[in-house]
């Protein structure tokens, strides 16, 4: 399954540091909320040290104004498969709703790993979470995205299509805000936002760094759940009409994430959702719903050619 993240200072910041990070992030995604817009037309101009941003090019929307916002392995041979039309889903943040009526009966994962109620401990539900992202070759879904940004005092939303094939291709399409997208061509990760920025794209090589946790970010999750964090197991709930054990991590030592937590399936032990509070304090919360492991992809979606007109920095 997946991985963009792939996303997502101020005058009275208590320290450097602090300033750095909302610095970096207004590069990224915009001033604050509460900051007037620019005004006039003229040359964009090259940001001092553009960086590579995280997935989370939703519209912005001002603070209580909501409105609509792992890795597979080796690549297989890709055919053309056009994507299906984005199924309309909700865009207002994500609710886990408790699953309620008589316990269903113990199930078994792509792994084979009973995942449903007591039937396994937490290491063996994160073990068989990792064993069935594994096996994934590609992945096309539908995903809705919230992204929480304290530093900027902004809330985003979006929703669109996520792909990926292999640990190095990746793309986040969104369709909501429409034109944004996030791709991986095995080789550059490209952000291109025009809801934020339409006259530039940051193209950053792969190869470690944020841009590799964004192409692969459940990967790297469940690759390191079980040896670098402490994991407690939630409990049950319900996302998109799927029951599944939801688990919170919380690193054992350095990490950029603050805390993660996992929504895993009971019937095949694919992520559902996955949300991350990062250090700078910014939470991401990603759920994914109408999975289609294993579907052919075709080549041109991890591709991308800036816009006529458009300017690339490399970050």
Same mark, same amino acid.
């Given at each position: ?19 750095? #990070? ?11 909320? *509460? ?29 209580? #104004? ?30 886990? #709703? ?49 992204? @929480? ?26 369709? @909501? ?21 339409? *006259? ?36 049950? @709930? ?6 599944? &054990? ?14 993660? &937590? ?5 019937? *095949? ?11 700078? @304090? ?16 075709? *080549? ?13 920095? #490399?970050?």
């Amino acid at each position: 399954m997946c991985a963009v993240v792939l996303a997502v200072g101020c005058a009275d910041a208590g320290s450097e540091a602090r300033s750095a #990070e909302q610095a970096q992030l207004e590069a990224e995604f915009g001033p604050r909320a *509460d900051a007037q817009a620019p005004v006039g037309g003229g040359a964009a101009t090259e940001p001092e040290r553009p960086v590579a941003p995280t997935p989370g090019g939703s519209r912005a929307v001002p603070d209580r #104004e909501m409105r609509p916002n792992t890795a597979p392995r080796p690549s297989t041979t890709p055919a053309t498969d056009a994507p299906p039309p984005f199924e309309s889903e909700s865009v207002s943040e994500p609710v886990s #709703e408790p699953v309620t009526g008589p316990p269903a009966p113990p199930s078994e994962s792509a792994s084979g790993v009973d995942v449903s109620g007591s039937g396994a401990d937490v290491d063996s539900l994160l073990a068989a979470a990792e064993v069935a992202y594994d096996k994934i070759t590609s992945l096309r879904a539908a995903f809705v995205q919230r992204m @929480e940004i304290p530093l900027l005092d902004r809330v985003s939303e979006g929703a669109g299509t996520w792909y990926q094939r292999g640990s190095g291709h990746f793309r986040m399409e969104f369709a @909501e805000p429409a034109g944004d997208v996030l791709v991986a061509d095995g080789t550059y990760f490209w952000a291109y936002q025009p809801s934020q920025q339409p *006259d530039q794209v940051i193209k950053s090589r792969l190869g470690g760094g944020a841009e590799a946790g964004t192409v692969d970010v459940l990967g790297q999750i469940l690759s390191e759940a079980r040896t670098r964090y402490t994991s407690v197991d939630e409990g049950v @709930e319900s996302v998109s009409g799927v029951s599944t &054990r939801v688990i919170t991590l919380t690193p054992l030592g350095a990490s950029r994430y603050r805390s993660v &937590r996992v929504w895993i399936a009971d019937t *095949d032990a694919l992520v559902r959702r996955f949300r991350i509070e990062e250090e700078n @304090e910014t939470i991401r919360t990603v759920t994914l719903s109408s999975l289609e492991p294993q579907v052919p992809l075709d *080549d041109a979606l991890f591709q991308f050619t800036a816009p006529p007109g458009v300017q690339t920095f #490399e970050g």
